[in-house]
């Protein structure tokens, strides 16, 4: 089993920086691909970024690509995504999720298995 908790989201002015963490617990972090998902009101849950096992690939989003960082370190068991450049549209609760051990990174949510309870990112103008 794995529980994922996320922190470092909040209200930011337009052009604006954050950092999200997501702190795992359980076994093998650093056999799956993590990925972070946002959901604004009133919208689908939709894909930003992934990173596989090692840290050495990632993809995002094209609405975000160029904007943020996703990154890991395996010794800590977390994963960050550092958001530059924020715009209101980025609003939404960000989500943390693990994938099951061995499987490749996805953008697709059905490809994760355990999911954080999300943290509320809003973006003022």
């Known amino acids: 089993q794995v529980q994922l908790v996320e922190s470092g989201g909040g209200l930011v002015q337009a052009g604006g920086s954050l950092r999200l963490s997501c702190a795992a617990s359980?076994?093998?972090?650093?056999?799956?691909?993590m990925g972070w998902f946002r959901q604004a009101p009133g919208k689908e849950r939709e894909f930003v970024a992934a990173?596989?096992?090692?840290?050495?690939?990632?993809i995002y989003a094209d609405s975000v690509k160029g904007q943020f960082t996703i990154s890991r370190d395996n010794a800590k068991n977390t994963v960050y995504l550092q958001m530059n450049s924020l715009k209101p549209e980025d609003t939404a609760v960000y989500y943390c999720?693990?994938?099951?051990?061995?499987?490749?990174?996805?953008?697709?949510?059905?490809?994760?298995?355990?999911w954080g309870q999300g943290t509320q990112v809003t973006v003022s103008s």
């Open positions: 999720a693990a994938s099951s051990s061995g499987r490749s990174y996805s953008t697709k949510s059905y490809q994760y298995d355990y």
């Open positions: 359980g076994r093998a972090f650093n056999t799956r691909a």
């Open positions: 990173i596989d096992r090692s840290g050495s690939s990632t």
